[in-house]
């Protein structure tokens, strides 16, 4: 029984021989070379070639079934890739996508610039101690893929609540001015004023008596919060 199958096997791959020698209406088609790895479920020849028919069917033998055309392999994919495409799930006849390079995370590095290091009470003018702030800053920012630089402005609690509002923005503005003259792009800075709204100091200047003593006491409440985002 082996030999008689054998001997079958034999003529089939003799008869796909001739008739892929033999000239013919049909597209040529590429071989398919198994790796001879496994039970290879279709006729091969001594190149290890699977015999097709004269229209370009592979040649099946009593081994076939859809596990081995999955699993006997012709190069990186699966010989039935090639001669039982609609069997073979598709995911094992394409290559893998490499995955992408995880993009670099953004980096947050909140700055708080000391009030009294950039501003004296009611004033929007850096002092030279403010300015010394924002050249490390400056430097900071070009050292990253800067994304935004976003600049708040506070005041105490002294005066109106309109007045401390634009008083809050002048002095992001000034910031802003500032780190523009150092060479950051002006585009990627962005301003905000919250006047008296966020003060830090809580209510432990509530019980100071006397204005120099309580604008001394609110100096914390007086400062330009800075954020630097990007990535590294």
Not at 12 to 37: E, H, K, M, R, T
Not at 43 to 68: K, Q
Not at 115 to 132: H, R, V
Request: glycine share 8%; charged share 20%.
């Amino acid at each position: 029984m082996i030999k008689q199958t054998k001997k079958q096997m034999f003529m089939l791959a003799a008869i796909a021989s001739i008739g892929l020698s033999a000239p013919s209406a049909f597209a040529q088609v590429n071989d398919v070379v198994v790796s001879g790895a496994g039970e290879i479920p279709y006729v091969i020849d001594a190149r290890n070639v699977v015999a097709r028919s004269g229209t370009g069917l592979c040649w099946r033998t009593g081994y076939w079934s859809p596990a081995a055309a999955s699993t006997a392999l012709a190069g990186e994919f699966p010989v039935g890739c090639a001669c039982d495409a609609d069997i073979v799930p598709a995911d094992k006849c394409t290559a893998p996508v490499a995955a992408a390079a995880p993009a670099p995370k953004p980096t947050a590095d909140k700055v708080k610039l000391a009030a009294d290091a950039l501003f004296d009470f009611d004033k929007a003018t850096l002092k030279p101690e403010g300015q010394a702030k924002l050249n490390e800053l400056a430097a900071q920012a070009k050292s990253l893929k800067l994304e935004v630089i976003l600049a708040v402005g506070h005041t105490d609690r002294i005066g109106s609540e309109a007045y401390n509002q634009r008083l809050s923005e002048r002095r992001a503005a000034a910031v802003k001015t500032y780190l523009v003259s150092q060479g950051v792009d002006a585009n990627r800075i962005y301003t905000e004023g919250k006047g008296e709204a966020q003060p830090v100091t809580g209510n432990q200047c509530d019980k100071v008596r006397g204005r120099a003593a309580l604008i001394s006491c609110l100096q914390p409440d007086r400062r330009v919060e800075v954020e630097v985002i990007g990535s590294k």
